[in-house]
């Protein structure tokens, strides 16, 4: 069985840009999360989605960030006009209902 | 907010030694899990534990979980150099994750 994917595995962007991460959930898995790794932080969640909703958005930042799950296709999260305070490691997990959740190897985003 | 504080931070061992890592946090968690995070890598799951007072175990690594659902440990026996890593914890709350501050484990052969 593939496991979470994401991709890019590292990302590189200039100030003002915009940055789209993805993740596809493992087989069977219809809840996403989303968590960002700061250095020499923690992860911290950002968000939690299911198939074409956003079931909780409380550790998302109010700008620039927003996240989607469409019907078909990967999750995305999406960073416009990044700064370099954006620069983290982003991970997504996934999970089935009631079940522990799964982790991508993450991307690795840096902003110049 | 509720945070989850992991002890020690840091860890280094000679192969062969027991270790012992603690999470503890004031707030009660439905679940909690322990991951291991490998440089360059996501975090793998270990273990979850939802009855407090429950113990489970993986080999030469055992979990517990407080019988108040607040607090839970790691005991390594035995540690070998493929034990190294980042520990760790996590307590569910509704659906999202309070990761720990994480405990840093080198052994050493």
């Known amino acids: 069985n593939a496991g979470v994917m994401q991709n890019p595995r590292h990302l590189v962007r200039r100030r003002g840009q915009e940055a789209r991460l993805r993740c596809s959930p493992m087989k069977g898995h219809s809840h996403v999360y989303w968590y960002r790794q700061l250095p020499e932080e923690g992860l911290k969640f950002m968000v939690y989605l299911q198939k074409e909703n956003i079931i909780d958005e409380s550790g998302m930042p109010k700008e620039r960030f927003s996240a989607e799950f469409p019907k078909e296709g990967p999750s995305i999260l999406r960073i416009q006009q990044v700064v370099r305070g954006d620069s983290a490691a982003y991970f997504c997990?996934?999970?089935?209902?009631?079940?522990?959740?799964?982790f991508g190897d993450g991307t690795r985003l840096s902003i110049l | 907010t509720q945070l989850l504080e992991q002890s020690p931070q840091f860890l280094s061992i000679q192969e062969g030694e027991n270790l012992t890592v603690y999470c503890n946090s004031s707030s009660v968690f439905s679940s909690l899990q322990w991951y291991r995070q490998e440089p360059g890598e996501g975090p793998v799951l270990l273990v979850t534990?939802?009855?407090?007072?429950e113990v489970k175990k993986l080999k030469r690594l055992t979990f517990q979980f407080g019988d108040a659902r607040k607090d839970s440990s790691l005991h390594i026996t035995a540690a070998q150099t493929g034990d190294t890593g980042l520990y760790l914890c996590?307590?569910?709350?509704?659906?999202?994750?309070?990761f720990g501050t994480g405990t840093r484990l080198q052994v050493f052969p």
């Open positions: 996590a307590g569910e709350n509704t659906d999202k994750l309070i």
């Open positions: 997990a996934s999970s089935k209902r009631d079940q522990p959740q799964h």
């Open positions: 534990v939802v009855t407090g007072g």
